[in-house]
Protein backbone atom coordinates (compact mmCIF):
# COMPACT_ATOMS: atom_id res chain seq x y z
CA UNK A 1 0.00 0.00 0.00
CA UNK A 2 3.11 1.97 1.03
CA UNK A 3 4.23 1.72 -2.50
CA UNK A 4 1.33 2.33 -4.28
CA UNK A 5 1.02 5.51 -2.22
CA UNK A 6 4.49 6.67 -3.41
CA UNK A 7 3.72 5.58 -6.88
CA UNK A 8 1.02 7.95 -6.50
CA UNK A 9 3.17 11.38 -5.54
CA UNK A 10 1.96 10.89 -2.03
CA UNK A 11 4.27 10.15 0.80
CA UNK A 12 3.89 7.46 2.78
CA UNK A 13 5.67 5.29 5.56
CA UNK A 14 5.55 1.88 5.41
CA UNK A 15 5.57 0.77 9.75
CA UNK A 16 4.77 -3.08 9.33
CA UNK A 17 5.36 -3.64 12.94
CA UNK A 18 6.20 -2.13 16.26
CA UNK A 19 3.35 -0.34 16.72
CA UNK A 20 0.91 -2.28 18.31
CA UNK A 21 2.72 -3.94 21.80
CA UNK A 22 0.82 -7.25 22.75
CA UNK A 23 0.22 -10.30 24.37
CA UNK A 24 -0.98 -13.39 23.39
CA UNK A 25 -4.71 -13.79 23.27
CA UNK A 26 -4.99 -17.29 24.56
CA UNK A 27 -2.73 -20.84 23.61
CA UNK A 28 -5.39 -21.82 22.37
CA UNK A 29 -5.52 -19.51 19.32
CA UNK A 30 -1.90 -19.70 18.77
CA UNK A 31 -0.37 -16.22 17.61
CA UNK A 32 -3.60 -13.68 18.37
CA UNK A 33 -2.80 -10.90 20.88
CA UNK A 34 -3.70 -8.53 22.55
CA UNK A 35 -3.16 -4.81 22.29
CA UNK A 36 -1.92 -3.52 25.80
CA UNK A 37 -0.09 -0.84 24.33
CA UNK A 38 0.48 1.67 21.52
CA UNK A 39 3.77 3.32 20.47
CA UNK A 40 2.88 6.30 18.42
CA UNK A 41 5.84 8.16 17.99
CA UNK A 42 6.62 6.51 14.34
CA UNK A 43 3.27 7.76 13.59
CA UNK A 44 3.78 10.98 15.47
CA UNK A 45 6.86 11.13 13.08
CA UNK A 46 5.37 9.97 9.98
CA UNK A 47 2.81 12.87 10.18
CA UNK A 48 5.14 15.95 10.79
CA UNK A 49 7.30 14.60 7.34
CA UNK A 50 4.07 15.05 6.36
CA UNK A 51 3.64 11.31 4.91
CA UNK A 52 0.96 9.01 5.59
CA UNK A 53 1.73 6.10 8.25
CA UNK A 54 0.47 2.79 6.83
CA UNK A 55 -0.01 -0.12 9.84
CA UNK A 56 -0.61 -3.73 10.01
CA UNK A 57 -2.42 -4.78 12.42
CA UNK A 58 0.70 -7.19 13.93
CA UNK A 59 1.42 -6.39 17.55
CA UNK A 60 4.87 -8.00 18.92
CA UNK A 61 4.72 -9.67 22.07
CA UNK A 62 8.06 -8.89 24.76
CA UNK A 63 9.72 -11.97 23.89
CA UNK A 64 9.60 -10.16 19.77
CA UNK A 65 7.04 -12.88 18.57
CA UNK A 66 4.79 -11.44 15.82
CA UNK A 67 1.02 -11.27 16.55
CA UNK A 68 -1.40 -11.15 14.88
CA UNK A 69 -4.57 -8.70 16.29
CA UNK A 70 -7.75 -7.91 14.90
CA UNK A 71 -7.72 -4.68 12.62
CA UNK A 72 -10.96 -3.32 14.04
CA UNK A 73 -9.52 -3.77 18.24
CA UNK A 74 -6.49 -2.09 16.52
CA UNK A 75 -7.91 0.44 14.84
CA UNK A 76 -10.03 1.51 18.44
CA UNK A 77 -6.40 1.39 20.54
CA UNK A 78 -4.91 3.56 17.90
CA UNK A 79 -7.73 5.85 17.97
CA UNK A 80 -8.25 5.90 22.01
CA UNK A 81 -4.44 6.62 21.70
CA UNK A 82 -3.72 9.72 19.10
CA UNK A 83 -7.49 10.89 19.62
CA UNK A 84 -7.97 12.35 16.52
CA UNK A 85 -10.54 15.05 15.54
CA UNK A 86 -11.48 12.65 12.56
CA UNK A 87 -11.82 8.65 11.72
CA UNK A 88 -12.44 7.15 8.85
CA UNK A 89 -13.79 3.75 8.18
CA UNK A 90 -13.64 1.81 4.92
CA UNK A 91 -14.15 -1.15 3.74
CA UNK A 92 -13.38 -3.74 0.55
CA UNK A 93 -17.28 -3.63 0.41
CA UNK A 94 -17.26 -0.42 -0.07
CA UNK A 95 -19.68 0.47 2.93
CA UNK A 96 -22.50 -0.99 5.17
CA UNK A 97 -24.48 -3.74 3.24
CA UNK A 98 -28.03 -3.30 3.59
CA UNK A 99 -29.28 -7.32 4.79
CA UNK A 100 -32.67 -6.86 3.21
CA UNK A 101 -31.57 -5.38 -0.01
CA UNK A 102 -27.45 -6.01 -0.22
CA UNK A 103 -27.26 -2.68 -1.41
CA UNK A 104 -24.63 0.05 0.38
CA UNK A 105 -26.06 1.86 3.12
CA UNK A 106 -26.02 5.93 2.10
CA UNK A 107 -25.46 6.95 5.27
CA UNK A 108 -25.06 4.98 8.73
CA UNK A 109 -25.50 7.51 12.04
CA UNK A 110 -24.84 5.09 14.82
CA UNK A 111 -26.56 7.54 17.15
CA UNK A 112 -29.61 6.68 16.29
CA UNK A 113 -29.35 3.37 14.06
CA UNK A 114 -26.88 1.24 16.44
CA UNK A 115 -29.59 -0.38 18.21
CA UNK A 116 -31.18 -1.32 15.44
CA UNK A 117 -27.60 -2.66 13.18
CA UNK A 118 -26.55 -4.40 16.76
CA UNK A 119 -29.74 -6.50 16.96
CA UNK A 120 -29.43 -7.78 13.52
CA UNK A 121 -28.28 -11.44 13.10
CA UNK A 122 -24.73 -11.89 12.00
CA UNK A 123 -24.56 -15.89 12.72
CA UNK A 124 -21.63 -16.23 10.34
CA UNK A 125 -20.77 -12.90 10.50
CA UNK A 126 -19.36 -11.90 13.77
CA UNK A 127 -16.30 -10.08 12.29
CA UNK A 128 -19.27 -7.51 11.45
CA UNK A 129 -20.93 -7.22 14.39
CA UNK A 130 -17.03 -6.86 16.29
CA UNK A 131 -16.59 -4.04 13.74
CA UNK A 132 -19.82 -2.16 14.36
CA UNK A 133 -19.49 -2.61 18.18
CA UNK A 134 -15.56 -1.27 17.60
CA UNK A 135 -16.71 1.58 15.45
CA UNK A 136 -18.97 2.72 18.30
CA UNK A 137 -16.22 2.56 20.73
CA UNK A 138 -14.41 4.85 18.97
CA UNK A 139 -17.11 6.90 18.02
CA UNK A 140 -18.24 7.40 21.85
CA UNK A 141 -14.67 8.48 22.81
CA UNK A 142 -14.01 10.94 20.38
Known sequence: VADALRDAGVGATPLPKG??????????????????DVVDGPILESLAAKSIPVLTSLGVAKNGQVLNINADVAARDLVQRLQPMRVLFASAKGGWLDDETNEIVSVVDLANDYQDLASLDYNGRQGTLLKLNEIKVILDKI
Open 19 to 36: IFKAEIRSPEFGFVGEVN
